[in-house]
């Protein structure tokens, strides 16, 4: 029972910081770290990544009608839209594919690998990013003389897909946050905050369903059999994932069509000096 209420607030968290730019992977590791789950270590690398499924359904139940080619309602030009927006979609998972597939696992060794404070870097790391990317945040919403020439996905060409998807590379450092990454790339290259924020939206499709897929398939050609509670402590946290998630993201692009991200800014900057404080006076006791 303890392990199912666990997942359940894994699962909040997660459903609230998948898509706001603020790090999902930093708030799962300092939770992780502060009540961890009663399961093995290759099961958690699993949770931590499939969990984001019930994220992803999300996007596809609340943007369905966007982005099914199929829709009787649309024209032939609609639906032609729609199979377009996705090649782009494509075309910016590209980077991401190619640089994560090379780095993710080797990274992801060296930084859970190297004692540093009391625990690992990869925590510390996370810390540092949380507090750099909020810089970068408010840095460039202060700039007065930006100017948004894309106000819809529809008007993202390929160049600026291919671009944004480069930033999402970003994200391969943990505490970047993805949706961070491609957000700030996003407003970076001329895109408006909500067409910034909802292109994002549909990259995280295909870039987290393989990264789960991935991770999935490494599980099981590992021979590890999950047990049954294991299993209940993933479909939770699937579930509230998505439940939450469906909360979020229309609460989110409700929010960027009147306000800048320099509030988010200002959280990862304060979360991060929070989990570097933690992680030294846990490390000094």
């Known amino acids: 029972m303890i392990e199912i209420l666990q997942a359940i607030l894994f699962g909040i968290v997660e459903g609230v910081t998948e898509w706001l730019p603020v790090s999902s992977t930093g708030h799962i590791i300092l939770l992780n770290d502060i009540w961890p789950l009663n399961v093995s270590e290759a099961f958690y690398d699993l949770f931590e990544i499939v969990i984001q499924l019930g994220a992803i359904l999300a996007v596809l139940v609340l943007f369905f009608k966007k982005l099914n080619p199929f829709a009787p309602s649309k024209t032939a030009a609609e639906k032609k839209n729609t199979w377009v927006l996705w090649l782009k979609v494509i075309v910016a998972v590209l980077p991401s594919a190619v640089i994560g597939l090379a780095v993710d696992d080797p990274l992801d060794n060296f930084l859970r690998g190297t004692p540093v404070l009391g625990t690992n870097l990869n925590a510390v790391v996370v810390a540092a990013m949380l507090i750099i990317y909020g810089v970068f945040f408010i840095l460039v919403e202060r700039s ?74 490494k599980y099981i050609l590992g021979g590890v059999m999950p047990s049954g509670t294991e299993i209940a402590v993933l479909l939770t946290g699937c579930v509230v994932s998505f439940v939450v998630s469906l909360l979020v993201i229309k609460g989110l692009m409700d929010y960027v069509r009147k306000h800048s991200f320099s509030v988010f800014g200002i959280y990862r900057i304060i979360l991060g000096i929070v989990v570097l404080a933690y992680f030294v006076l846990t490390s000094m006791v």
């Open 144 to 217: 007065k003389n930006r100017e948004f020439k894309i106000q819809d996905t529809t008007q993202i060409d390929y160049r600026t897909a291919l671009l944004i998807g480069a930033f999402q590379c970003l994200s391969i450092i943990p505490g970047t946050s993805r949706s961070g990454a491609t957000i700030l790339g996003a407003i970076l290259l001329g895109v408006s905050r909500p067409a910034g924020a909802e292109f994002s939206f549909f990259l995280a499709i295909p870039t987290m369903l393989g990264a789960s897929a991935l991770k999935l398939l």
